[in-house]
């Protein structure tokens, strides 16, 4: 098993469909030991039966907003585990408002909390986390093509994941001088409850069938399997990459 033994830290489970299952599914089979995060009550009701189902060793409560709750995360991670070796970051979020007219329409309160949320606490996370990483550990955010092209109706949640693959590139500097590894998965669209936000969302995933070189969408078990790749030894000599796993489409030209 490619990841027997490390410790992984999951931020942004949201139920059995979300992209950070498929990470998480594909940690255990691969011998990974799991703890979650949640975000109010409301998601902490999502997140336990996932953690159990999955052999979760244990669930802590984090506001990737607060600075507060994550020294407190830091501290609850500690007393657990001492010492972590893979962290997702699969957090994200704008506005509905902000994600159904022009982007020249969104607001600076709208445009803040889309950056905040979606680029800033993987930084954030990385600073406060940073004294647990094992030598060798590995970070991974996830983001989409959004960010390098202009996709309709994703609005500034492309502007923030183009911030945060900037941070990953950055990051991967600062955290390389300990051995730490960043990368980010560029996933094709996926029906998750993030892409629910996004209007006439159906049309990407036909775009996608139609165009793309494989002609298919992608998984949450195809977004595990690289995951699993990027966070163990194999991926010993990558960072600071942005790795698609979108059937191809980003190669097109069309």
């Not at 336990?48 to 802590?60: M, S």
């Not at 991670?77 to 022009?102: C, K, M, N, P």
């Not at 909390?113 to 940073?130: K, N, Q, R, T």
């Not at 892409?195 to 595990?224: C, K």
Request: hydrophobic fraction near 45%.
């Amino acid at each position: 098993m490619l990841l027997q033994g490390k410790k992984a830290l999951i931020f942004g489970v949201a139920n059995t469909r979300s992209i950070a299952y498929g990470i998480s599914a594909a940690f255990k089979r691969e011998g990974a030991e799991l703890a979650f995060s949640y975000a109010g009550e409301a998601i902490e009701k999502r997140v336990l039966p996932i953690a159990e189902e999955l052999g979760g060793v244990f669930t802590f409560p984090c506001d990737v907003t607060s600075d507060e709750q994550i020294a407190k995360a830091v501290d609850i991670v500690r007393e657990q585990w001492g010492t972590i070796d893979i962290l997702v970051h699969s957090v994200a979020y704008a506005a509905r408002e902000d994600l159904q007219h022009r982007y020249l329409d969104t607001s600076r309160a709208g445009f803040h909390l889309a950056m905040d949320i979606s680029a800033y606490s993987l930084p954030a996370l990385c600073h406060a986390f940073e004294p647990l990483f094992n030598p060798g550990a590995s970070v991974l955010a996830m983001t989409y093509y959004g960010s390098e092209k202009v996709i309709p109706n994703y609005n500034v949640m492309g502007v923030a994941k183009a911030a945060l693959e900037a941070s990953v590139r950055y990051l991967a500097v600062d955290l390389g001088a300990s051995g730490v590894r960043i990368n980010a998965i560029s996933s094709g669209p996926i029906k998750t409850l993030a892409a629910s936000g996004i209007s006439d969302f159906r049309t990407i995933l036909g775009r996608i069938e139609e165009s793309a070189p494989l002609h298919r969408n992608v998984t949450i078990e195809n977004v595990g399997n690289t995951a699993v790749y990027l966070a163990s030894d194999y991926a010993a000599a990558v960072t600071g990459e942005v790795l698609h796993v979108d059937c191809g489409y980003n190669i097109l030209g069309f």
